[in-house]
């Protein structure tokens, strides 16, 4: 590939276009928190110059120095030969509207659960009070952050079984300085959590399926598979969960949970339960809600 960043004067616009066909040609998958090689080129050149990437016209227009160009260029070198999703690069990724730390020991944060949240989860909640919300496999504390940050009056519980994700999200726990308010417990599942109940409970947990984990682009490849894998439907994490989440929800408390591509494989096993899935105005889909008395209506089905 190219070694030097184009010569003569060059506007960051024009880098940004210039370095968006350097990882279009590369044959990068982007699905990382941007889906195409302009927003990835865009993201990387910002971090490199030390700028939001809400560019300005004023940002985009101006024009960048040697320097300049060649930091940006060795961050597109490095996203190309290393195919690492862009925030494994700069241990930074963007969830609803915020800047998390992130490292290979969590996933980068995507999920549309970010919309959710910002919607304080209505219509579901109707006027049900939240006073404590769990997010179980938090891995960098991002959806449980998120949360705390539109429930300020709430406590956040945030579980995952990996201690080395927990270590993650305590960077991030810290960063934003929610140690009164956010608790972070080693937890499979509810293991830890005797005697807690909740207002609600979310959860981007694992739900990969064997056939998908098998073909996933390179780019996975540097996500923890603790965090992907879900055994052969996808299903492995979530079923446990559905069985037991009506003994943490409080009455008129809501369950959501994001399980992608396997929600075919969940209706097609629990066809009899009302699972509600939500449409996203900003994209995204495969993500569930159930009440608590439809949980508690239906785990014998769990648990069978």
């Not at 929610?178 to 005697?195: I, N, P, R, T, V």
């Amino acid at each position: 590939m190219t070694e030097h960043a184009p010569a003569g004067k060059f506007s960051l616009r024009q880098m940004v276009e210039w370095g968006a066909g350097l990882l279009d040609d590369a044959g990068l998958f982007f699905g990382h928190g941007t889906d195409n090689a302009l927003d990835e080129a865009a993201y990387l050149a910002a971090y490199a110059l030390d700028i939001t990437p809400d560019y300005a016209d004023v940002d985009l227009d101006r024009l960048l120095s040697e320097e300049e160009k060649q930091r940006i260029l060795e961050l597109y070198q490095r996203r190309i030969q290393g195919r690492k999703p862009a925030a494994y690069l700069i241990h930074e990724a963007w969830f609803a509207g915020m800047p998390f730390y992130v490292d290979e020991r969590v996933l980068v944060p995507r999920s549309p659960i970010a919309e959710l949240i910002a919607d304080g989860f209505q219509p579901w909640l109707g006027e049900h009070t939240v006073a404590r919300i769990l997010d179980i496999g938090t891995g960098s504390g991002c959806i449980a952050i998120a949360c705390a940050h539109a429930f300020p009056e709430a406590k956040v519980d945030a579980v995952d079984v990996s201690a080395d994700a927990l270590a993650v999200a305590e960077v991030n726990r810290q960063r934003y300085q929610l140690m009164a308010q956010l608790e972070l417990l080693q937890s499979d599942l509810f293991s830890a959590l005797h005697g807690r109940h909740y207002d609600i409970i979310v959860s981007n947990p694992p739900y990969v399926d064997a056939e998908d984990m098998a073909n996933v682009p390179e780019e996975f490849r540097h996500e923890p598979e603790l965090g992907l894998a879900a055994g052969k439907e996808g299903l492995d994490l979530v079923v446990p969960m559905l069985a037991q989440a009506s003994d943490y929800l409080n009455p008129g408390g809501i369950l959501v949970v994001e399980v992608g591509n396997s929600a075919v494989a969940l209706e097609a096993r629990f066809p009899e339960v009302p699972f509600t899935w939500i449409e996203f105005e900003h994209g995204g889909a495969g993500v569930f809600m159930l009440e608590a008395q439809a949980l508690a209506a239906y785990r014998h089905h769990f648990k069978n």
